[in-house]
């Protein structure tokens, strides 16, 4: 991980904290707390008096409706009597009316004797003050009092009605203050366990908003590591799946880019040093080419001349001899073709194409192509961690080049058990593809030399399977020229070839 990375992950990772599901909860239970916090302190603050207030309206509504029946004499109806108890049931008043001569007109309570007599005290006040001075225009008193006996705060209304009737209402105030706080237990109560429903609604929601954006913002992690393989799969039409959508679009953007960009910097990297080897790859390939075609040349021209100077009449000894010419020519046609591909690639006229592709699949390709030939040759086959794909960068069709050379080379020189592993380890940024094959051990005066072009280990073993000694040469120009390490190592039960490649 570069400094970078490392700078922007940090900066990821303290970004967290304030994530915006975060913010949703926090904000939302703020509201809710402040708008049940401002209720309840409203409820403290004013429901009391909304409630006394409502009580006072009760009272002049019965005091209008009384007054107006007494006045007309309907006040000792049964339809009268209907709509009293109605109002003294639904409001729970208590109430008196009586006459000059103190006579009971109309009680709502059994208690009618008291309720006459508070009256009575209220009429004939004995602290002295003028009850005319107290009744109002309208001829009644409207007052909070405390029962003396009870202790029990109430509402008064007392007073004449227009007919010379007196009446006294009482409602008791500690009824409403009950009430009250009731209601106000009512409403922490039902805040309290709102606020917990509504906090666990908002979480769920706000998971779900913020998924999408989270899911997003891994995305563009991965392509700052230059992971363009994941892509956003969510289906909203909101602005997040437009969002999603460019992100996908940016992100095959970028990968083509990047590709381009690969292979014009592996061009330019091969360009640099292409005029000035040219020269001396066209002298050492007319060098080596004339050395590895003598042999073959020599024994063709040989058979050839025996078969036309009659040196055997004898048919099997000259079907033996056209067999060795024929075999010659075709060894000597592979080595050209290796020579040529080798030429190319060292002369830069066989450009790389760098692209993206899984190295796992070009493994298991070519080892299933190859089946037949391990078999005949009775090799077998081990593989290590290729079970899941692995990316790189490269140019597919030579690196598969790079393997079927490795793999032929560990096939021909295969011995004891015969068995071939093929090992893939990732590391960081870089991941290793081994081939390993038992056998007897490379000599070390030797092993610093395979990669030369026409060098062969053991001459004679090379020639009976018709090996040229270009094939690691081809191996080397190849890496060579996509900026690779490659190797050999000699192991406890055979050797072992080995390049890497970027797997970003």
Do not use: C, H, Q
């Given at each position: 991980m570069n400094v970078n990375n490392f700078i922007f992950n940090k900066k990821y990772d303290k970004s967290m904290k304030y994530s915006i599901k975060k913010q949703f909860t926090y904000i939302y239970i703020a509201l809710m707390a402040g708008t049940i916090l401002l209720c309840w302190f409203i409820n403290i603050t004013f429901l009391e008096k909304f409630y006394i207030q409502n009580r006072e309206h009760v009272l002049f509504l019965a005091y209008e409706k009384i007054n107006s029946a007494s006045s007309a004499g309907n006040i000792t109806t049964d339809e009268f009597d209907i709509e009293l108890q109605k109002i003294y049931g639904k409001y729970n008043l208590s109430m008196v009316i009586i006459d000059a001569d103190s006579k009971t007109i109309k009680s709502s309570t059994n208690d009618t004797e008291m309720l006459t007599r508070q009256l009575l005290d209220h009429i004939f006040r004995s602290d002295g003050t003028d009850v005319d001075r107290m009744l109002n225009e309208k001829g009644y008193v409207l007052q909070n009092v405390v029962d003396p006996r009870t202790k029990t705060e109430y509402m008064e209304m007392w007073g004449v009605l227009d007919n010379g009737n007196l009446f006294l209402?009482?409602?008791?105030?500690?009824?409403?203050?009950?009430?009250?706080?009731?209601?106000?237990?009512?409403?922490?109560?039902?805040?309290?366990?709102?606020?917990?429903?509504?906090?666990?609604?908002?979480?769920?929601?706000?998971?779900?908003?913020?998924?999408?954006?989270?899911?997003?913002?891994?995305?563009?992690?991965?392509?700052?590591?230059?992971?363009?393989?994941?892509?956003y799969d969510g289906n909203s039409k909101n602005e997040v799946g437009v969002l999603g959508h460019h992100m996908n679009l940016l992100s095959e953007t970028l990968e083509k880019t990047i590709s381009e960009l690969k292979t014009v910097n592996t061009e330019l990297q091969k360009d640099i040093d292409k005029k000035t080897e040219i020269d001396n790859l066209r002298r050492e390939f007319v060098s080596n080419v004339s050395h590895e075609l003598k042999t073959p040349i020599a024994l063709i021209q040989g058979y050839a001349e025996g078969l036309k100077e009659g040196i055997s009449d004898d048919p099997e000894s000259m079907q033996y001899y056209c067999d060795v010419i024929i075999d010659e020519a075709v060894k000597m046609n592979k080595m050209v073709k290796e020579i040529m591909t080798l030429s190319q690639l060292e002369a830069g006229v066989d450009s790389l194409v760098m692209e993206r592709f899984d190295i796992t699949s070009m493994i298991m390709n070519t080892l299933q192509s190859s089946e037949i030939l391990l078999t005949q040759n009775g090799i077998g086959v081990n593989t290590v961690n290729l079970e899941q794909p692995v990316y790189v960068w490269g140019d597919e069709f030579k690196i598969e080049e790079v393997f079927r050379n490795y793999l032929s080379n560990a096939m021909n020189h295969a011995a004891g058990p015969k068995i071939i592993t093929i090992s893939l380890t990732v590391t960081g940024e870089k991941v290793r593809i081994c081939v390993h094959n038992t056998g007897d051990a490379i000599p070390d005066d030797s092993i610093i030399h395979v990669w030369e072009k026409f060098y062969k280990v053991d001459k004679a073993r090379t020639r009976e399977y018709g090996g040229s000694g270009v094939g690691l040469s081809i191996v080397k120009a190849i890496l060579d020229a996509l900026n690779q390490n490659y190797g050999v190592m000699n192991m406890e039960e055979g050797v072992a070839f080995w390049f890497e490649l970027d797997t970003k």
């Open positions: 209402f009482r409602t008791a105030l500690e009824g409403i203050r009950d009430s009250v706080g009731i209601a106000n237990r009512f409403l922490a109560y039902v805040g309290v366990g709102g606020l917990l429903i509504g906090a666990l609604v908002i979480i769920y929601v706000s998971k779900k908003v913020t998924e999408p954006i989270l899911k997003l913002t891994d995305i563009s992690k991965r392509m700052t590591n230059l992971d363009f393989e994941v892509k």
